[in-house]
Structures are given as C-alpha cells and as structure tokens.
C-alpha cells in the first residue's frame, strides 16, 4: 500500500514537469533521501528512454513507467529501509509549452476549473460535453448525443460520415479554435483550411510541370485519434488534465450502428476517439497532426527538386518525370510510418500529355476547370432558361448557381465569363 501511495505521489509530480532530465533529476532529488540520490540519474535517464516526448507523460503513464524500472526498485528498498517515503506532489501546475510554442499568445488554463470558467461553463456541464468516457456517444437516444451524424455520397460510390456538433458544443469548438488553434503556424507546404490560402494557390505550384504524383490519404480526420490530439495541447503548454479535457472536447467515438454502415476498416477507426469531420476544430488539428508529415514530404520534394502541396488529404508533388517516379516508391512509405494510410486507388502519376489535375483544377499549363465540370454547369444554366416553371426564379437554385460561376471565374476569367452571360439572361427577366 505504502509503495502505491508513494508511486502514485512521485507519478503526479512527474507528470507537472517540464520534461528535460535536469528537472526530472531536481525533482527526484527532493523527494529521496541524501543517500538514494545517486540512483537518481540512472532513474531519469529511464524516464526518458520510456517517454522520449517533448511533453511529460501522464500520471498513470508515469507510474508505469516507475513501476518497471530497476532504478526505481532500488530507490523503493533505500526508502523502507530508512522509512522516508515520498510525500504528496508539491509541484504546481504551470504553463510549459515546448520552443515552437513558447512564445504565442495562448489563454492560460491551469485546471479544468480554469476551463471551465474560459468557456463561460459550470465544471459540471463541462465534463458532460466533454463525455471522457464515451456515454454519450453511445447512448441510443438522438437527444442525449453531442453530434448529428449524415452520410454524403463520394463520386466512387462509397460514403463520407459528417459528424457535426450541435450547437453549444460547437461554439466550445469555434473558441477553441479561434483562441487557441489559429494562434499555431502550420507547414508553409500546407494550404487546406488556412486563412489566405486555398486551392487554387495549391494547384498553381504544379502548373506546366513534366509529371505529378497526386496521392490521397484514406480516412484523414478519422486517423487522427485522441492521443494526437492530446499530445498537440500538451506541447501547447497545458497540464495533463488540460490537454486531456481539450481533448476530449475535440474528439468523439462513432455510435456503433452507424460506423456500421461503412468499409469495416473505416467503421473500426471511427468507434475509436478520433477528430469528427463536420467539426469546426477538426481541420486545424488534423493539419497540426499532420505537420511531421509534412516536413518528411517536403524534404523529400527538395532533395528531388520538385514541389509538393498537401491539401487537406490530397498530397501532390511535380516536377521531373524521373524524380517524381522515384518520389512515387517513396512517399507512401513516409505516409504510414507517419500514422497515415495511403488510398493506392486514388494514387495517380500523370505525365504532361495526360491530363493533370489538383484539388480538382486541371493545372496541365495554366490553372483551368475541368472541361466536363464546365460543360455540366453550361448545361444545368441552360436547362434552367429553358424551364418556365418555378425552379427557374428559386433564389436557392439561383444562388447555388451563381456560387458556382463566381468559383469558375477566379480560376478561368473567360470562360466564367461565357457563364454569366447565359446565367444573366436567365435572371434578367425575373428582376
């Protein structure tokens, strides 16, 4: 019971460290005796062999690790031997984020109290939108989850699950994100969902190139589970019971009845704790979760001189027609050992005279829509001229169409051009 108590103490201590051997060395030094001191490198140095992070572990991980350690054994026998036993932590809580963090402008939050009281939330409604152990998440009634779930159909005929929070939940995200999330830099080679960015910059890096390499990762926000998520907060700065309930608001587990309608690899990843898609949290973690990966391709297209762009899940490298098929036998193997999974059935290689395309622009010499895409709008503005009845003057239908020449435009002046002339011809007469 003794050496519980005393594991479980000197865990929590740990646990509130910032985690270099010099203050794991300082702390242990202070709870032993003069004679166990010298075991005390030998101990540290275990430490962080077992959690080489930038972040210390939790307490339950930290106590772990005690547990099995030699080093610790013999510091345990030292104590009995003398009865002085390490007491209750005594380490307080700080802000601790690793060099890259140090200096932003994050909210200090030191307990959940203090999370609590920044989300404007009673501790108690707090920790039921936060659900850390999955209740609602699996509950049967459609009124007691955090999320409405829908099934979008992909052009391969398989479906995308959209997991989006109802609203107080979804406030707790959009704050989250602005006051936190879009205070960290992400990868300069990464342009989805970053404010001054978009697709259109992504495609026009790989325009009049000789070859392109597109790839898709499979599952992207699924794949990124909580302990990503919850190592991000961590090197952020914030405490264990911080990181973990941030955490855990950004997170959620999929209602087995409904990942059940999905591939089963798809359906295993979501009943774990992952980013939900349709969350307005989900794309800044999951490019932070994918910010290593980044740097690995990137350095990757710079030893073969090619550019590489990832937005979102589509991953594209052109350039010489030799050193992006080298790239090809390369790349994928990065993806995985980075957590992700390559879709080798939307893996393509295209030369110049195929047709290349990016975040769906065409981007074989300058950046173009697709000549299909562009003929099926030619012909949705058509059909609507033709027609008489009340579709024509819907301001739903209208504005989706509009939606759509305007994108055409800022890709391809003079076709979006043509667009609005037709469209204009069918509006004109209802003004």
């Known amino acids: 019971m003794i050496r519980k108590a005393s594991t479980r103490n000197l865990a929590v201590s740990l646990s509130s460290l910032r985690w270099t051997r010099e203050e794991i060395e300082s702390c242990l030094s202070r709870r032993f005796p003069l004679e166990a001191r010298k075991l005390v490198p030998k101990l540290a140095r275990a430490l962080m062999a077992q959690h080489p992070k930038a972040y210390s572990p939790t307490p339950g991980r930290a106590a772990q690790i005690l547990a099995g350690s030699d080093g610790f054994e013999r510091l345990y026998r030292l104590c009995k031997k003398g009865n002085h036993w390490p007491g209750h932590p005594f380490e307080r809580a700080t802000m601790m984020p690793t060099r890259a963090f140090v200096d932003l402008p994050l909210p200090h939050l030191l307990s ?57 939940l979804k406030t707790i995200q959009h704050r989250i994100k602005s006051q936190i999330l879009d205070h960290i830099p992400q990868h300069p080679n990464c342009f989805g969902f970053i404010a001054g960015k978009n697709c ?60 059940a309608q999905l591939e089963w690899h798809s359906a295993k990843t979501l009943m774990s704790r992952h980013l939900p898609q349709g969350a307005p949290s989900s794309p800044a973690l999951a490019n932070l979760a994918a910010y290593r990966l980044d740097c690995r391709l990137a350095g990757l297209a710079a030893r073969f001189d090619l550019n590489y762009t990832r937005y979102a899940d589509d991953l594209a490298f052109s350039g010489d027609k030799k050193c992006v ?106 003004l």
């Not at 659900?131 to 005929?157: C, I, M, N, Q």
């Not at 009049?208 to 700065?237: H, W």
């Open 112 to 168: 959940e109290a203090e999370v609590a009281d920044w989300l404007l939330l009673p501790l108690e409604r707090l920790q039921y939108f936060a659900d850390p152990y999955g209740f609602a998440a699996r509950s049967p009634e459609p009124a007691v989850t955090h999320y409405v779930t829908h099934f979008l159909d992909k052009k391969s005929g398989r479906k995308r699950l959209i997991e989006a929070p109802k609203t107080t």
């Open 200 to 259: 259109c910059q992504a495609a026009q890096k790989h325009a009049g190139e000789a070859a392109l390499l597109s790839l898709d990762i499979r599952d992207f926000f699924a794949n990124v589970g909580k302990a990503r998520v919850y190592a991000q907060f961590r090197c952020f700065g914030y405490p264990h019971s911080v990181a973990e309930g941030l955490a855990n608001l950004c997170t959620t587990s999929t209602p087995p009845d409904i990942a």
């Open 325 to 430: 098929r080298a790239v090809a036998a390369i790349a994928p193997k990065i993806v995985t050992a980075e957590g992700f999974t390559v879709n080798p059935q939307k893996t393509r290689l295209r030369l110049a005279h195929q047709r290349q395309v990016v975040t769906g622009l065409v981007v074989n010499q300058l950046l173009n829509i697709p000549r299909r895409d562009f003929d099926l709008l030619k012909a949705e503005i058509h059909a609507l001229k033709q027609n008489a009845g009340p579709a024509r003057s819907d301001p739903r239908t209208l504005s989706r169409l509009e939606g759509k020449i305007a994108w055409v435009e800022q890709v391809n002046l003079r076709r979006g051009a043509k667009l609005r002339r037709a469209f204009n011809q069918v509006v004109s007469p209802l």
